[in-house]
């Protein structure tokens, strides 16, 4: 019988896939009986644990008192304490936030308030965007057409015009572009860690090189911390990390833990400024689920959940203990590379081609743990509540997947 669900990501006319039933801490179950730890967060989301009782109840208490709002001129407490929260905690604290349900309504939410804000300034033609390759920015349309990802853009037809893509380590190249484009140019999109591409933390002073021909050029900086938001880099954001002030930030993933849909943009003062100038002016963009009840009161646990138990921090030692662990493969020559910062982190076989990442990620689940294959490496992204034994548990498994993909 075929399959009636169309899997994300997946091969339509293919089936056959692993039936989780279970999720507790840092692990998994399938209906096979099978343990697996999530390595990866299940998708770079999971920040504190799985089966986490408070933010359970959070949303049960609010789906038992207001389940969903509607558009103004309606409001609710739990979405505003959320904003507030949400500014207060980020590089952007006297800025609002603008809800949805995803990483890629946010994106797509982004570019339509960067290309707003020109318009609303008298600047029609400042339409550009510039995207770095390797970046990966959802699915939706905006987002697809600000793929970094080669093969994301491909089979849709056309996509976006005014899309210019810039190299992502040489600064030279977006100074090229902003040379030629600079009036015409509204807005740069950058993760700050390219997580999807494969976990490349930016070098040296590229991001605050790219924020200061933002800011000569009159253009919007919008990072992309859809994943390495909410502690994953060892700051609440990655903004924090590498020193960069953006005028967006988009969020989802680690807001929630996973536990609802949630994505937002975080909004700078400078373009609230612009968007509230004139009093008659409506931002004509929304999402029925925008700012959900449920959502929000997860979203609010989770924060909780990460400040109170130091999960930020905890990043770092999950890093420098995986780190560890995975450099011990390079040097003794069994992968050739190591990436990342925080609790997110790459390692680059000596192999180029998928399928032998794709085996080795394989070989991993067969042996229990759960991470993902990117073109030539393999990514690690575990819940920041990970013990040293389950980090080291990782790397063991990792190593015993590279000796048996080896031995054929």
């Known amino acids: 019988m075929t399959p009636k669900l169309l899997h994300p990501f997946g091969k339509p006319g293919t089936s056959g896939h692993r039936n989780l039933v279970k999720s507790e801490g840092v692990r998994l179950w399938d209906d096979q009986g099978n343990e697996y730890i999530d390595g990866l967060g299940s998708l770079w989301l999971c920040q504190v644990g799985w ?3 408070e933010i359970i109840q959070a949303v049960t208490d609010q789906l038992s008192t207001l389940v969903y709002n509607h558009f103004p001129p309606w409001g609710y407490d739990v979405a505003e304490t959320l904003a507030d929260k949400i500014t207060s905690i980020s590089p952007l604290p006297d800025g609002r936030v603008y809800m949805c349900c995803s990483g890629s309504e946010a994106i797509d939410s982004a570019f339509k308030i960067a290309r707003a804000t020109a318009q609303l300034k008298g600047e029609p033609d400042r339409q550009i965007m510039l995207r770095r390759t390797r970046g990966y920015h959802g699915v939706n349309v905006g987002g697809t057409s600000m793929q970094g990802i080669e093969p994301n853009r491909t089979g849709f037809g056309d996509l976006m015009p005014h899309i210019i893509e810039i190299d992502p380590e040489n600064i030279e190249s977006a100074a090229s572009v902003f040379a030629e484009h600079g009036p015409n140019i509204a807005g740069v999109i950058s993760e700050p860690v390219q997580g999807a591409g494969g976990v490349f933390p930016p070098n040296g002073e590229y991001l605050q090189q790219l924020r200061d021909l933002c800011t000569r050029n009159g253009s919007l900086m919008i990072l992309d911390e859809v994943i390495t938001g909410f502690g994953r880099t060892g700051s609440m954001f ?14 989802a993933k680690g807001v929630t833990s996973g536990y609802q849909p949630l994505g937002g943009v975080i909004v700078s003062r400078d373009v609230c400024d612009v968007l509230e100038a004139d009093p008659d002016f409506i931002l004509r963009h929304g999402h029925t689920y925008s700012a959900h009840p449920a959502s929000c009161a997860a979203a609010l646990v989770n924060i909780d959940i990460i400040e109170r138990e130091g999960l930020a921090d905890r990043a770092n030692h999950i890093g420098e203990r995986l780190s560890a662990g ?13 990436r990342g910062v925080g609790a997110i982190w790459a390692a680059r076989l000596n192999n180029d081609d998928l ?14 743990v759960v991470v ?37």
Do not use: H, W
């Open 51 to 53: 089966g986490r009782p």
């Open 238 to 251: 990655a903004a924090q990390t590498y020193g960069v002030t953006p005028d967006l930030i988009t969020f």
């Open 326 to 338: 995975l450099q011990a493969l390079a040097d003794d020559g069994s992968i050739r590379e190591v």
């Open 355 to 368: 399928a032998t990442t794709v085996a080795v990620r394989d070989r991993m689940l067969d042996l229990g």
């Open 372 to 408: 993902r294959p990117i073109g030539d490496s393999i990514a690690f992204c575990p819940p920041l509540i990970m013990s040293d034994e389950d980090v080291d548990k990782m790397v063991d498994a990792f190593a015993q997947a590279l000796r048996d993909n080896a031995a054929g």
